[in-house]
């Protein structure tokens, strides 16, 4: 079945630093991809998202490109602050059902100051 | 617009005991769907309404878990018996369009409600 796989964290950078996020996927057909963040104390955000190969989704400085021959989307931010500590969950919706989404572990990233 | 609301925040009950979850979508959003994390595992699913009827529930751990949605407003997520591997956070999520061509349209999640079985 599809499967979604990301790097253990914690993951723990000083600010202003590069923060790069490895998520690899296993799934039939042509899944969308997608990164949801979730601050402390608050619910799942949708961060961003692609839907067909070569996309690339972009929000808040963050950046990750759908790579069909790697099968992987990896979430990418130049110059991280503070705020941007937080769980980040890579995800893919299947082809044929859309909102059933599979998530990896989640990655928790501690950013000090 | 208000968010998705999931009542209460936190809940501690015994094994054995009964834990029902509320969770308030967006309104005019006529999917629904129920979340699962076990403590430091990935969010799994567990089932899909669309307005008051199932469209899937195979993420459904086993018998001892209700889902309704009666009149396609809010939803109930019952733990009857609770036991201690039920203990996880649980979102609900709501989309207001399923088709593939609507990725405007993506799931707006909860906070989450924190079970923890003793």
């Known amino acids: 079945g599809d499967s979604v796989t990301q790097m253990e964290g914690p993951v723990t950078l000083s600010e202003e630093a590069f923060l790069t996020i490895n998520c690899t996927y296993t799934?039939?057909?042509?899944?969308?991809l997608f990164w949801y963040v979730q601050y402390p104390g608050e619910g799942l955000q949708l961060l961003l998202k692609a839907t067909k190969a070569d996309d690339k989704g972009s929000n808040k400085g963050f950046e990750a490109t759908y790579r069909k021959e790697t099968t992987s989307f990896h979430l990418e931010k130049g110059s991280v602050q503070v705020s941007d500590s937080a769980v980040y969950f890579c995800a893919l919706s299947p082809t044929d059902s859309w909102g059933k989404l599979q998530f990896g572990a989640g990655t928790q990233v501690v950013v000090t100051p | 617009e208000a968010g998705v609301t999931q009542f209460p925040s936190h809940s501690v009950i015994e094994k054995g005991q009964t834990v029902t979850l509320r969770c308030d979508p967006i309104?005019?959003?006529?999917?629904l769907y129920w979340y699962r994390r076990v403590m430091g595992k990935e969010i799994k699913f567990l089932l899909h309404?669309?307005?008051?009827?199932?469209?899937?529930e195979s993420g459904m751990p086993n018998n001892r878990f209700l889902a309704e949605r009666t009149g396609g407003t809010y939803s109930t997520l019952k733990v009857q018996p609770a036991e201690l591997e039920d203990s996880g956070v649980y979102f609900c999520?709501?989309?207001?369009?399923?088709?593939?061509?609507?990725?405007?349209?993506?799931?707006?999640f909860g906070n989450g409600t924190r079970l923890t079985v003793t």
């Open positions: 799934a039939t057909g042509y899944p969308s």
């Open positions: 309404f669309v307005k008051e009827s199932k469209q899937d």
């Open positions: 999520a709501s989309s207001q369009a399923r088709h593939r061509s609507s990725y405007n349209s993506p799931l707006h």
């Open positions: 309104s005019g959003h006529d999917n």
